[in-house]
T-cell receptor, first 114, second 113 residues
Framework: DVKVTQSSRYLVKRTGEKVFLECVQDMDHENMFWYRQDPGLGLRLIYFSYDVKMKEKGDIPEGYSVSREKKERFSLILESASTNQTSMYLC?????????????FGPGTRLTVL | GENVEQHPSTLSVQEGDSAVIKCTYSDSASNYFPWYKQELGKRPQLIID?????GEKKDQRIAVTLNKTAKHFSLHITETQPEDSAVYFCAATRDSGYSTLTFGKGTMLLVSP
């Protein structure tokens, strides 16, 4: 069974803080993704990575950066958190680089920025 | 890029009824269409998918149909049960290297006993 874990289920931060969200997968997957989920807006892709140290912008990368130093770990970084970044953040991974590979999601991190 | 529209945003049915969720896509090159189900408080999970060389695919009570000409695809759930209550997301992508899924905005399905 693929297991994707995220460092926190709930996180509360203050405006301007630097925030790190961690994601780890244990199935040697090539691709990893960060999505943001907001009511009525669905799942929006922030960044993805198809290999170690590689990263690609998704649809809404502004205000975010990512890091992938090891194959199993993909971090999302909010350099200076703002209230409009309050959201549910979902990490996912897939076996290969094809968009048709099944994505396995983590449990999500609900981030509140005050 | 790809744009996926999903309707309705909410759908309420009685247990035993059928439910249909529809999606349209804009990129005629898209050829893979998965559906993910997210139960309340849980993570999204793939429930069924279809490729453009197939017009319909069934798995027990769920089926997906694809109309490439009209660029739309639909999820059909028959004999709905309370455990079908969830948010359903459709998505589309091309089957090519480094492609990503574009998701619809989701449909909240509520099945009343």
């Amino acid at each position: 069974d693929v297991k994707v874990t995220q460092s926190s289920r709930y996180l509360v931060k203050r405006t301007g803080e630097k925030v790190f969200l961690e994601c780890v997968q244990d199935m040697d997957h090539e691709n990893m993704f960060w999505y943001r989920q907001d009511p009525g807006l669905g799942l929006r892709l922030i960044y993805f990575s198809y290999d170690v140290k590689m990263k690609e912008k998704g649809d809404i990368p502004e205000g975010y950066s990512v890091s992938r130093e090891k194959k199993e770990r993909f971090s999302l970084i909010l350099e200076s958190a703002s209230t409009n970044q309050t959201s549910m953040y979902l990490c996912a991974s897939s076996l290969g680089s094809s968009g048709t590979d099944t994505q396995y999601f983590g449990p999500g991190t609900r981030l509140t920025v005050l | 890029g790809e744009n996926v529209e999903q309707h309705p945003s909410t759908l309420s049915v009685q247990e035993g009824d059928s439910a249909v969720i529809k999606c349209t896509y804009s990129d005629s090159a898209s050829n893979y269409f998965p559906w993910y189900k997210q139960e309340l408080g849980k993570r999204p999970q793939l429930i069924i998918d279809i490729r453009s060389n197939v017009g319909e695919k069934k798995d027990q009570r769920i089926a997906v149909t694809l109309n490439k000409t009209a660029k739309h695809f639909s999820l059909h759930i028959t004999e709905t049960q309370p455990e079908d209550s969830a948010v359903y997301f459709c998505a589309a992508t091309r089957d090519s290297g480094y492609s990503t899924l574009t998701f619809g905005k989701g449909t909240m399905l509520l099945v009343s006993p």
